[in-house]
């Protein structure tokens, strides 16, 4: 069985589960931000484990689950929890949920994770759209043959694309305006992707910030890569959970990780609340 294959049979299996639901908008929540999904009704649960090919989570607030229904009255698709390269998987297990997401016809995503603040202004709790990103993963999920059968939209798929505009500009801008209208400031920075499972070192933290990074990570930007390849319009939103290495003077811990992003969960999901149902209303528009 090929990829491809793969991804079409966990795709057809969920789509049986949803029966006649058919988001255009998904949502990947990362540590610690997974009661986000509570706000849609309607749900339907699919553990990864029932699905064919899935990867598992292993890692402590990463549900893993699938939860499908509706935002604000829009269909919706989350994904509550993901995988990681850490783990153990391979760079097409990471992405493998991200190409099901597209084969079952999202148009938009919105990616969610928990960083470490690089920029000293960030404290932990405040959220952050992502403007670019610098992956430092020392992989790339396209790495292969090319599949141009993944292609949501005609000009995607291709071998080698266009990644100027890897985060909407246009998608931000209503990440904003829902923040706002949340009584919530949102920064705008770029996140520097690295594997993990170690936190990084002051060193590190000092180069990357020489790079131009202002957020730091182990998720997101594989997910990226491959959502640009299919044609799927992305947003990223950081949860700062915790200041780098070498900006306190207290050790780095998951379980920092995990309790901020639970302090921050409410927050996000008003904003994200509004945010499906305004990218639903764009991309129907643009249909």
Sequence with gaps: MTYFDAVSEAAKYLQDKLGPLTPKVGVVLGSGLGAVASSVTEAVYVSYREIPHFPQSTVEGHTGRVVAGRMGGTPVIVLQGRVHFYEGYTPAQVTFPMRVLGALGIEAVILTNAAGGIDESYEPGQLVALSDHINMMGWNPLV?????????????????????????????????????????????????????????????????????????????????IVARHMGIEVLGISCVTNKAAGLNCRPLSHEEVFETGRLVERRLSGVVEKLVVWMATMVEAES
Excluded: C, W
Aim: hydrophobic share 40%.
């Design 144 to 224: 292969g043959p090319n599949e141009p059968r993944f292609a949501q939209k005609k000009d995607a798929g291709l071998r080698f694309f266009d990644m100027t505009e890897a985060y909407s500009q246009r998608l931000r801008a209503l990440a904003k305006q829902a923040a706002h209208d949340e009584g919530i400031t949102i920064g705008e920075g770029v996140y520097i992707a690295v594997s993990g499972p170690s936190f990084e070192t002051p060193a590190e933290i000092r180069a990357f910030r020489s790079m131009g990074a202002n957020l730091v990570g182990m998720s997101t930007v594989p997910e990226t």
